[in-house]
Structures are given as structure tokens and as C-alpha cells.
């Protein structure tokens, strides 16, 4: 009986001790569920302006590396009124789980403006983000909340135009004077796909710009050449003024090729431009040059022309080399052949002058060398900054005479003519280009349209 009753005891003491336990655990997962909840979430907004326009790019990131991302909602306030912009869901893991599926992260990409919002007005406005914290059965605690104000600027600058009348031809120059608000940040000529920015006009009033720019040579009517300003949250002015524009249809050219050219010509430029790579066959070759060559020279060009001076740092009309003939001129559509057969198509966007073998080469204008040295389908080239994103170009050229950076005069000898390049004999390629776009020559060779297209038209914006 005694050892009946010890052993009762015994059970009543671990019962008791079991007792205790499951008390234990039980007050443990009551704390769980009553202390462990998530951290707040971590968030960042990042717009990609600096205030909201028409389409503001805004990134919001947010994390939280322990439960994991609940519910998140973004919003834009302004005055009594929120705009819900974007609402996302995720289950974080329950509070009692140190495993299992959960996200960490969430990264949100959108646009906030005039374009999806058209109530938005001017004045200031509030991004805002709310991310729920990870909860328990018993406690929810306040969600994480992170704000932003940005300005709302909705009204592009002002643009006003200074020049009485822009006349202009395809392929051809203009300038033109405006004067522009101070929001703008970017302001010039579009025309097409060709943008031609401005520069601060010489003792001009406060916000007066002039703009060099060209009628794309492949564009017949001119209807998108425009003025535009941007400000810096992406409103944008735009403003014809053209006062009339004269088409001037491409003149049609055969050139007809040989193996003996080709031989002489491609072994030398695929030896010396790394950019393009030997084909299969001499005419594959040749086309690779005549193409793709030629089309990396001309985005070379164009980013030369954004190291251009702010001033025009010419006085007189340009002029052409002496005792020359033109044997080709300026936008000729091209069809080259070969036995007969038509193998390519590419426009001749200059003149090409011929004189005596190994001619002096002057410059047609007071300039800074840009650019000498061995230049892909133009073999031995200068290129010459007048200011303004005027350019001048020799190309084909036997020797060359003169450095990057150096500072020439007009009539200056930058070279001598040869057969460098693409060249079937020996000549000077010239070529005038306005921020990098090929123009025709003839105009600036011209000092009475100089006169009236270029300089009075400067005067007048004064």
C-alpha cells in the first residue's frame, strides 16, 4: 500500500510538472500572439523629375526582410482629394512560422501628371504610401506611412518669336530668334527627328535664344519643323513659324562600280576602321563600307557638332575652293551598279569639287579644327566648328596640315585634295552641316543670303 501510494505521488508530481509545461507554452505562444508582429516596412519614393507634369516617372521600393510585405496601397494627395494610384497585396508569414514563403521586396514603376490624372492642379501635391505591418491573432498594429511633396507645375514656358519672317529651302538653313520663358530647361528647333538646340542670343534682352537649324534634306514639306521648349518636369510649347517653304526634289545619280575600285579602296578603309568588320567577298565588303560605314561616320558627326562653340566665329560668307568645279552635288540619290545590276542606294549629302591633283585645301571660314585625322568613307578629314553648330567638312583629302583644336583663318591651308576614302579619283568632298545634319553649300557660299537669312536676322533679335 505504501509503495501504491509513493508511486501516486510521483504521478501527481509530473502530471503537475506536464501541467506546468504546457502552461508555459501556452503563456509563450500567447506572448507570440500577442508581441510578435513585423517591423515596419521600409520604404523609399524616388520621382525621376523634379516636380509632377504631364508624366512624372516615380519608383516606390519597399521591404521588410523579417515576415515579409502585406498590403501596401499608393496615393497622391492634393488638398481634400486622394488619387489611389496603385494597391498590391501579399500574405506575410504567420507569426508563430520561422520558414516558409514570403516577399521580401516589391518595387513599383508608374507615372503620376496631367496624362492619367485630370483633375490635378497646380500647386503642390503629396505621394504617399501606406504598407501594413505583419500582425498577430490579437494585435494589428498602425501601418508604415512614408510622404513626399513635389510641386505640380502643368503650364509649359512661354515662346515668343523675334524674327519677322523664316524662309527656308529643303536642305537648307535657317535661323530663327524667339524669346523664351524662364521654366524652360530645353529649348530649340525640332524638325523631324533632327533636334537643333539654341544658344543665348549676343546682347539680346533677358530669355532670347537663336537657333541654326536646317529642313531636313529628305523632308518635302517642312510641316514638323517646329519650336519647342521643355520645361523640367516635361511641359512642353510648341510653335510653328515658318513663313514659307520651298521643296527641292532630289536629283537621281548612277554610279557604276568596278573590281578594280573596290579592290583599291575597301582592303585600306576596313584596315583603318575597326567599326566594321571584312565580309565574305569583295562587294560584301564594299557594301558593309558604303552602308553601315558610312551610317557610323554620320552619328559621329552629329555627336562632333554638340562640342560646338555658343558663338558664330565667322563675319563673312563662306567660300568655295578656288578654281574648283562641282562634279557632284548636294542630296544626290545614288544608285550604284555593278555589271548591270543595282547593289546599293545612299545619298551624296555635299559637293564634290574638283581642281588639279594634291590642290591646296583653304578653309572656307574662320574656325577650330574638330577633327583631322583618317575618318572612315572620307579617308584623311578636317572638320571645322564656325560656332552655333555650324560645321564644315574636307574630306579625301592626301595630307592634312593642320591639328585638333588649332584655330584657323579663312583661306588658311588645312590639306591637300586626294583620293582617300571612297574617293574614285582625286577631289575635295565638302560638306556644311548644322548640328551635325548635311546642308547645302550654296547658300553659305552666298553672301547675299548670308546677309538676309543669317546675320539680319541676328540683328533683328537684338
Same mark, same amino acid.
Given at each position: 500500500?505504501?509503495?501504491?501510494?509513493?508511486?501516486?505521488?510521483?504521478?501527481?508530481?509530473?502530471?503537475?510538472?506536464?501541467?506546468?509545461?504546457?502552461?508555459?507554452?501556452?503563456?509563450?505562444?500567447?506572448?507570440?500572439?500577442?508581441?510578435?508582429?513585423?517591423?515596419?516596412?521600409?520604404?523609399?519614393?524616388?520621382? /525621376?523629375?523634379?516636380?509632377?507634369?504631364?508624366? %512624372?516617372?516615380?519608383?516606390?521600393?519597399?521591404? #521588410?526582410?523579417?515576415?515579409?510585405?502585406?498590403? =501596401?496601397?499608393?496615393?497622391?494627395?492634393?488638398?481634400?482629394? %486622394?488619387?489611389?494610384?496603385?494597391? #498590391?497585396?501579399?500574405?506575410?508569414?504567420?507569426?508563430?512560422?520561422?520558414?516558409?514563403?514570403?516577399?521580401?521586396?516589391?518595387?513599383? $514603376?508608374?507615372?503620376?501628371?496631367?496624362?492619367?490624372?485630370?483633375?490635378?492642379? #497646380?500647386?503642390?501635391?503629396?505621394?504617399?504610401?501606406?504598407?501594413?505591418?505583419?500582425?498577430?491573432? !490579437?494585435?494589428?498594429?498602425?501601418?508604415?506611412?512614408?510622404?513626399?511633396?513635389?510641386?505640380?507645375? !502643368?503650364?509649359?514656358?512661354?515662346?515668343?518669336?523675334?524674327?519677322?519672317?523664316?524662309?527656308?529651302? $529643303?536642305?537648307?538653313?535657317?535661323?530663327?530668334?524667339?524669346?523664351?520663358?524662364?521654366?524652360?530647361?530645353?529649348?530649340?528647333?525640332?524638325?523631324?527627328?533632327?533636334?537643333?538646340?539654341?544658344?543665348?542670343?549676343?546682347?539680346?534682352?533677358?530669355?532670347?535664344?537663336?537657333?541654326?537649324?536646317?529642313?531636313? =534634306?529628305?523632308?518635302?514639306?517642312?510641316?514638323?519643323?517646329?519650336?519647342?521648349?521643355?520645361?523640367?518636369?516635361?511641359?512642353?510649347?510648341?510653335?510653328?513659324?515658318?513663313?514659307?517653304?520651298?521643296?527641292?526634289?532630289?536629283?537621281?545619280?548612277?554610279?557604276?562600280?568596278?573590281?578594280?575600285?573596290?579592290?583599291?579602296?575597301?582592303?585600306?578603309?576596313?584596315?583603318?576602321?575597326?567599326?566594321?568588320?571584312?565580309?565574305?567577298?569583295?562587294?560584301?565588303?564594299?557594301?558593309?563600307?558604303?552602308?553601315?560605314?558610312?551610317?557610323?561616320?554620320?552619328?559621329?558627326?552629329?555627336?562632333?557638332?554638340?562640342?560646338?562653340?555658343?558663338?558664330?566665329?565667322?563675319?563673312?560668307?563662306?567660300?568655295?575652293?578656288?578654281?574648283?568645279?562641282?562634279?557632284?552635288?548636294?542630296?544626290?540619290?545614288?544608285? =550604284?551598279?555593278?555589271?548591270?545590276?543595282?547593289?546599293? &542606294? $545612299?545619298?551624296?549629302?555635299?559637293?564634290?569639287?574638283?581642281? =588639279?591633283?594634291?590642290?591646296?585645301?583653304?578653309?572656307?571660314?574662320?574656325?577650330?579644327?574638330?577633327?583631322?585625322?583618317?575618318? /572612315?568613307?572620307?579617308?584623311?578629314?578636317?572638320?571645322?566648328?564656325?560656332?552655333?553648330?555650324?560645321?564644315?567638312?574636307?574630306? &579625301?583629302?592626301?595630307?592634312?596640315?593642320?591639328?585638333?583644336?588649332?584655330?584657323?583663318?579663312?583661306?588658311?591651308?588645312?590639306?591637300? %585634295?586626294?583620293?582617300?576614302?571612297?574617293?574614285?579619283?582625286?577631289?575635295?568632298?565638302?560638306?556644311?552641316?548644322?548640328?551635325?545634319?548635311?546642308?547645302?553649300?550654296?547658300?553659305?557660299?552666298?553672301?547675299?543670303?548670308?546677309?538676309?537669312?543669317?546675320?539680319?536676322?541676328?540683328?533683328?533679335?537684338?
Amino acid at each position: 500500500m505504501q509503495i501504491e501510494r509513493g508511486q501516486a505521488r510521483r504521478r501527481g508530481h509530473m502530471r503537475s510538472r506536464m501541467l506546468a509545461v504546457l502552461t508555459v507554452v501556452a503563456l509563450a505562444l500567447l506572448a507570440f500572439a500577442l508581441w510578435r508582429v513585423g517591423p515596419a516596412p521600409h520604404i523609399e519614393i524616388e520621382p /525621376g523629375l523634379p516636380g509632377i507634369g504631364p508624366r %512624372t516617372p516615380l519608383t516606390v521600393r519597399l521591404s #521588410e526582410p523579417s515576415r515579409g510585405l502585406g498590403d =501596401y496601397r499608393i496615393e497622391l494627395v492634393q488638398g481634400e482629394r %486622394t488619387f489611389d494610384l496603385v494597391e #498590391e497585396s501579399f500574405r506575410p508569414r504567420p507569426f508563430w512560422a520561422f520558414w516558409g514563403p514570403r516577399e521580401l521586396s516589391s518595387q513599383v $514603376q508608374l507615372a503620376v501628371g496631367r496624362d492619367s490624372l485630370a483633375d490635378l492642379q #497646380e500647386g503642390t501635391a503629396t505621394i504617399r504610401v501606406v504598407a501594413s505591418r505583419a500582425g498577430t491573432w !490579437l494585435r494589428r498594429p498602425d501601418p508604415a506611412i512614408a510622404e513626399l511633396e513635389l510641386p505640380v507645375r !502643368l503650364s509649359p514656358p512661354s515662346v515668343q518669336l523675334l524674327s519677322q519672317a523664316v524662309h527656308v529651302r $529643303q536642305g537648307g538653313s535657317g535661323l530663327v530668334v524667339y524669346r523664351v520663358g524662364k521654366s524652360s530647361v530645353r529649348d530649340g528647333v525640332q524638325a523631324g527627328d533632327w533636334w537643333f538646340p539654341s544658344f543665348v542670343l549676343p546682347g539680346g534682352a533677358e530669355g532670347a535664344r537663336y537657333c541654326l537649324f536646317a529642313a531636313p =534634306y529628305d523632308d518635302p514639306n517642312g510641316s514638323g519643323i517646329q519650336l519647342v521648349a521643355h520645361d523640367e518636369v516635361g511641359n512642353e510649347a510648341r510653335l510653328s513659324f515658318i513663313s514659307t517653304y520651298t521643296s527641292r526634289p532630289p536629283r537621281q545619280a548612277t554610279i557604276q562600280l568596278n573590281e578594280s575600285f573596290m579592290a583599291r579602296v575597301v582592303p585600306e578603309i576596313l584596315a583603318r576602321s575597326p567599326e566594321v568588320e571584312e565580309q565574305e567577298s569583295l562587294l560584301a565588303s564594299y557594301l558593309v563600307v558604303n552602308g553601315k560605314l558610312r551610317r557610323i561616320n554620320a552619328e559621329a558627326l552629329v555627336e562632333l557638332s554638340r562640342s560646338s562653340r555658343p558663338e558664330f566665329l565667322w563675319t563673312q560668307p563662306f567660300r568655295q575652293l578656288g578654281n574648283s568645279q562641282v562634279m557632284a552635288s548636294f542630296a544626290d540619290q545614288r544608285t =550604284y551598279m555593278l555589271d548591270g545590276e543595282a547593289v546599293d &542606294h $545612299q545619298d551624296h549629302l555635299g559637293f564634290d569639287l574638283a581642281s =588639279y591633283r594634291r590642290a591646296p585645301v583653304e578653309a572656307a571660314n574662320r574656325g577650330v579644327v574638330s577633327l583631322a585625322r583618317y575618318f /572612315g568613307i572620307y579617308g584623311n578629314t578636317v572638320v571645322l566648328d564656325h560656332g552655333g553648330g555650324l560645321m564644315s567638312l574636307y574630306s &579625301h583629302l592626301s595630307s592634312i596640315e593642320v591639328e585638333e583644336g588649332q584655330s584657323v583663318e579663312a583661306g588658311q591651308i588645312l590639306g591637300r %585634295t586626294g583620293q582617300t576614302g571612297l574617293a574614285g579619283g582625286d577631289h575635295l568632298h565638302f560638306s556644311m552641316m548644322v548640328h551635325g545634319l548635311p546642308v547645302n553649300p550654296l547658300e553659305w557660299w552666298d553672301a547675299t543670303w548670308v546677309r538676309n537669312r543669317i546675320t539680319r536676322q541676328l540683328a533683328g533679335g537684338s
